[in-house]
Nanobody, 118 residues
Framework: QVQVVESGGGLVQPGGSLSLSCTASGRTFSETLIMGWFRQAPEKGREFVAQIVWSVGNIHYADFAKGRFTMSRDTRKNTVYLQMDALKPEDTAVYYC??????????WGQGTQVTVSS
């Protein structure tokens, strides 16, 4: 059974930083593996944050994440990270990690709360 587990959320002041991590386990993924971060703020829909195409290491960011968020990976552990800097109150959301293949996300984590507040 595939598990996607995030960790690292919390409360941070505006301008601060947080790092999230996510591990996908339970099966051997194909070369088309993608892993991504999404978020959902209160009363808003889920939105894309960043993703990595595992086979080539290409990373794509949402416009709001460019220059502030950095996604990285550990290929040995099937783990991805999201370093978030210069956080703003509008970054407050539940952050979800997802894994999938062939361009489709199938497996989702339970989410981790990120709160940016003074």
């Amino acid at each position: 059974q595939v598990q996607v587990v995030e960790s690292g959320g919390g409360l941070v002041q505006p301008g601060g930083s947080l790092s999230l991590s996510c591990t996908a386990s339970g099966r051997t993924f194909s070369e088309t593996l993608i892993m991504g971060w999404f978020r959902q703020a209160p009363e808003k829909g889920r939105e894309f944050v960043a993703q990595i195409v595992w086979s080539v290491g290409n990373i794509h960011y949402a416009d709001f994440a460019k220059g502030r968020f950095t996604m990285s990976r550990d290929t040995r552990k099937n783990t991805v990270y999201l370093q978030m800097d210069a956080l703003k109150p509008e970054d407050t959301a539940v952050y979800y990690c997802a894994a999938g293949e062939a361009g489709s996300y199938t497996y989702w984590g339970q989410g981790t709360q990120v709160t940016v507040s003074s």
